[in-house]
């Protein structure tokens, strides 16, 4: 008895204990967003023995964390390390230490010139001695892609040092002129290494035999110059000197040839000629391959320096870039013409492929299109494979066939204003002769080749099919026709025509390919459609799981079928993730390995051994990074992101069904505060932005906001948080979002924990539009905050999404917008999904957000609706973030917004006091002076 009194004395202390460390916990405050991390960078070596990854505050300095797989303790941090690596043979790390980010303010604050300011440092990581090497006063570095066990270490322009005052009457040495600066290249243990001046660029081949580098020009008096190092032999050649610029250096996929694009003509000539060269690397015999005058380049074409230069892997052709050659317009050359004098104008044709907002959007890239072209290395005959008629030549990461795909969509360009799923023509095109064969006219989607070469494949969207096209045979082949499940999106709800679920990839020898449908995973042989394999058996669609090929190999060309086949599961309904096993010709059912209430992501497996890192999340746990292998059994936590979450309330998120107006089933996410108690009324916030259910065990950090309200920051201060899936039916935007949210926000109401007269909405850009619609159908909500929307669809349909310098026809006709067809064929669909005809119904308080270099929604679409509610003496708000984006992007509007859209919420769903900016607004003389965040007394 006197053991049970004590035990249970020892409960209600614990309970008590618990109780008041709960009560210790905070709310998330708009201070705590600096120091929030994220993970990123995860590394694994080759061998699987070593892991890293670097952790990264909001704001602050980054670190790197190394640590060997089987013995995380001992872990080595490596502050403000940054673009850091494993080294090819796994035994080094290496990689830059930046200033400290407060130092850096410190300085700018007091002006500090650019050349005092501090330069980033290297760190040279031995990882088996557990050795840190460092050097200062770095620009860049290199390590070989494959191979070798070099760095090369290009420091910045050494800093004149200062005069000693009881010297200050020498004369200081007048630097010299150069563009270059020291490089060192040596072994990462120390024990070889060379030094090089006035080095402008460098670059090891792939595998680390040879280093090339570049000499720039001194004073006029040390000519540029282009060297190769030989790391075996520590011999340095020059390749060639006295031009003026040496760019492009590219060294062939087995080392054999260096190459590199290169002009005499002065560095200050506006319209330079270059040519091509080509040496051995083995023995330096220079060649120049191309110039301006070679026969079989583009008619009136010049060698490109803005195109990259490639090698066939088998190193026996080379594909390089032309340009169209410079045109001298008379009036641009005209020296009577002032500048003042100049006509400025634009002219939009009715002709035109693409309209001027477009054109000017694209022009850099215009002015610097190339055409590629290919030269035989047996014969020097140069083929141009692109022109001006066809210029979209696909070259795969490897080029191991004596053919490409290239195509069009020329024929189509002046529609795609409207219609943003216009064909393209495409090609077959021979190497050797330029000569194309044409495979499809209008063809949907892009097409790419299977890895043998023996079949082009796309998803022809128009019918719904996978199609391949079989190159001896000159036929099209429907892979997917017969079978009795479709490939098209299945929750695809507006009028553009569906897209796919993508491919998994091919069997070796082309011998089959896999394609995806909603759930299950098939093996379609192209000689044999019609005995298709569903190697998921069927499994996905009737659990309603996800199954999706894990590529553990990034360099993988096909899938070898004697390979096991591992597949990450989502659960649809449950939203459970995992992993299952199964093989390319498995008679049974895939094997479930894990599933659980989590996220898994980001699989990276050792290239040479078993060894796995993922990550893992859920809402309430951070997105750690974990080791194991692909049992994932005992799955090691090695990371530990934002320990501080321990002392805040978090809260929690769980999954809601309901059915919308229609008798649609939907689902939702309903965050709720920490200590939750459901007899208790709380505010609530009500975010949307159409589907977001499957991302329940998604970890949202607090974060200020670029449009939309930080959900772990509301929650945690004691608001709900409710973001329902939406259903769109075709022409009715507006009324198809009242469908699905409203009754989702009623069936909580009905539960009882929410404060029915509190509650709000918050979107942004569609979300923006769909808060702007809801506030004219119902007063159920006591304030409303909407980001970029558009309230007249009749404007908005003429306007220019000046990012891209689209129209925005396509957004209503066959995208997002969803009303299906021209303002002319339905001006009633447009009229009645526009709040902007209805704001005389207003009763909620809006504040707006809109910014005047919104690249996506005409910022005069924010206007409208501020000018509409002033109108009616509606209260209302509109945020202006000069020069800012549809989304904010600098981090102080970011947090401004945050602080404004919080108290904003506070003051209608908690009564809190009113800040000065909504009560007594930001009087443009003002402007720049004061914030007025200050609340009212």
């Not at 403000?80 to 494993?86: E, L």
């Not at 004369?171 to 150069?178: I, L, Q, R, S």
């Not at 796919?500 to 394609?515: F, K, P, R, V």
């Not at 919104?854 to 209260?875: C, H, T």
Request: glycine share 6%; proline share 5%.
């Amino acid at each position: 008895m006197l053991k049970r009194t004590k035990q249970l004395v020892l409960l209600l202390a614990f309970l008590i204990y618990s109780g008041a460390d709960a009560q210790q916990k905070r709310s998330l405050t708009h201070a705590d967003y600096d120091g929030w991390e994220s993970l990123g960078g995860e590394k694994i070596t080759k061998d699987g023995k070593w892991v890293g990854y670097s952790i990264s505050p909001q704001d602050g300095d980054a670190r790197a964390e190394i640590l060997p797989f089987n013995d995380p303790s001992k872990k080595t941090i490596i502050h403000r390390a940054q673009g850091w690596d494993f080294t090819p043979d796994d035994s080094f790390a290496v990689g830059k230490i930046v200033p400290q980010k407060d130092s850096v303010r410190v300085l700018k604050l007091k002006e500090t010139k650019k050349d005092d300011m501090p330069s980033d440092s290297l760190f040279i990581f031995n990882l088996k001695a557990g050795e840190i090497e460092k050097m200062a006063n770095v620009k860049s570095f290199a390590i070989p892609q494959e191979a070798g066990s070099w760095v090369a270490i290009h420091f910045e322009k050494e800093k004149p040092a200062k005069k000693d005052e009881a010297d200050s009457t020498a004369k200081a040495e007048k630097p010299k002129k150069t563009d270059g600066t020291k490089l060192l290249v040596r072994t990462l243990n120390g024990e070889k290494s060379y030094e090089f001046d006035r080095v402008k660029s460098y670059s090891f081949s792939k595998e680390g035999e040879f280093l090339q580098y570049v000499l720039a020009e001194e004073d006029t008096l040390d000519n540029a110059a282009i060297h190769l190092l030989d790391l075996k032999t520590g011999e340095s050649q020059t390749v060639h000197e006295g031009n003026t610029d040496y760019t492009r250096v590219t060294f062939s996929p087995k080392a054999t040839y260096l190459t590199f694009i290169s002009t005499n003509d002065s560095s200050k000539a506006e319209k330079p000629y270059y040519q091509l060269y080509l040496t051995k690397t083995d023995e330096v015999a220079l060649e120049e391959l191309v110039n301006k005058d070679s026969q079989g380049i583009l008619e009136n074409g010049r060698l490109s320096s803005d195109a990259g230069i490639r090698f066939s892997e088998e190193e026996d052709r080379i594909f390089f870039g032309v340009a169209e050659d410079y045109v001298d317009y008379a009036y641009e050359s005209d020296t009577t013409i002032l500048d003042e004098e100049r006509v400025s104008l634009d002219i939009w044709g009715w002709q035109d492929a693409e309209i001027q907002p477009m054109q000017l959007k694209n022009k850099s890239r215009e002015e610097n299109r190339s055409y590629t072209a290919t030269m035989d290395l047996a014969t020097r005959k140069i083929t141009q494979l692109e022109d001006r008629e066809v210029n979209n030549i696909i070259l795969e990461n490897k080029i191991e066939r004596d053919f490409a795909l290239v195509w069009t969509d020329a024929p189509y360009r002046r529609n795609y204003s409207w219609d943003i799923q216009i064909g393209r023509d495409v090609y077959m095109i021979d190497f050797a002769t330029g000569e194309k064969t044409l495979v499809e006219k209008s063809l949907p989607g892009y097409p790419s080749l299977s890895p043998e070469g023996k079949y082009i494949t796309w998803y022809a969207n128009k019918d719904s099919t996978w199609v391949a096209y079989d190159i001896a045979q000159k036929n099209k082949i429907n892979l997917t026709e017969g079978l009795d499940v479709v490939f098209y999106d299945e929750l695809h709800d507006s009028p553009s025509l569906p897209g796919s679920y993508s491919t998994a990839g091919w069997l070796e020898n082309d011998e089959a390919i896999l394609i995806n449908d909603r759930y299950d995973i098939w093996k379609i042989d192209p000689r044999n459609p019609s005995q298709a394999v569903n190697i998921t058996q069927g499994e996905g669609r009737a659990n309603s799981i996800e199954f999706r090929r894990l590529t553990l190999d990034r360099e993988e060309e096909f899938i070898d079928p004697k390979d096991p086949l591992y597949l990450t599961a989502f659960n649809e309904v449950t939203k459970q993730s995992g992993l299952y096993r199964s093989s390319i010709n498995a008679q049974n059912a895939p094997k479930q390995i894990l599933m659980s209430d989590h996220r898994y992501f980001g699989f990276n497996k050792a290239k040479d051994s078993d060894e796995i890192t993922v990550r893992r999340s859920t809402y309430q746990e951070n997105p750690d990074l974990h080791l194991g292998d692909l049992t994932l059994k005992n799955l090691r936590k090695v990371s530990n992101l934002n320990p501080q979450q321990a002392d805040v309330k978090w809260g929690s998120v769980e999954l809601v069904s309901y059915l919308a107006n229609d008798g649609t089933p939907l689902q939702g996410l309903l965050f709720k505060p920490e200590n939750f108690d459901e007899n208790k009324k709380y505010p609530m916030m009500v975010y949307f932005y159409e589907r977001n259910s499957n991302g329940l065990h998604n970890y949202r950090a607090p974060a200020p906001s670029a449009s939309t309200i930080n959900i772990p920051y509301f929650v945690s201060n004691d608001y709900l948080v409710f973001v329902p899936d939406i259903k769109y039916d075709l022409g009715l935007p507006g009324p198809s979002a009242y469908n699905c949210i409203i009754p989702g926000v009623q069936s909580l109401v009905a539960r009882g924990f929410v404060d029915a007269d509190n509650m709000a909405i918050q979107g942004q850009s569609w979300g923006g539009y769909q808060v702007a619609y809801l506030i004219t159908q119902t007063n159920m909500f006591k304030a409303a905050g909407a980001g970029a929307p558009v309230v007249n669809m009749t404007s908005a349909y003429g306007g220019i999404r000046w990012g891209t310098g689209m129209s925005r026809m396509f957004q209503y006709e066959q995208t997002q917008s969803r009303i299906g067809g021209t303002l002319w064929e339905k001006p009633v669909y447009y009229l009645e999904n526009s709040p902007l005809f209805f704001m005389d119904r207003v009763k909620t308080p809006v504040l707006i957000m809109h910014n005047d270099a919104d690249g996506s929604v005409p910022w005069y679409q924010g206007i409208e609706m501020f000018m509409a509610l002033k109108r009616l003496n509606q209260p209302a708000w509109l945020l202006q973030y000069n020069g800012e984006d549809h989304n904010l992007r600098q981090r102080k509007n970011r947090k401004d917004l945050s602080v404004r859209l919080s108290q904003f919420f506070d003051h209608y769903l908690k009564g809190a006091p009113a800040p000065l900016w909504m009560t007594e607004g930001l009087p443009a003389v003002e402007k720049g002076k004061t914030l007025k965040y200050e609340l009212e007394d």
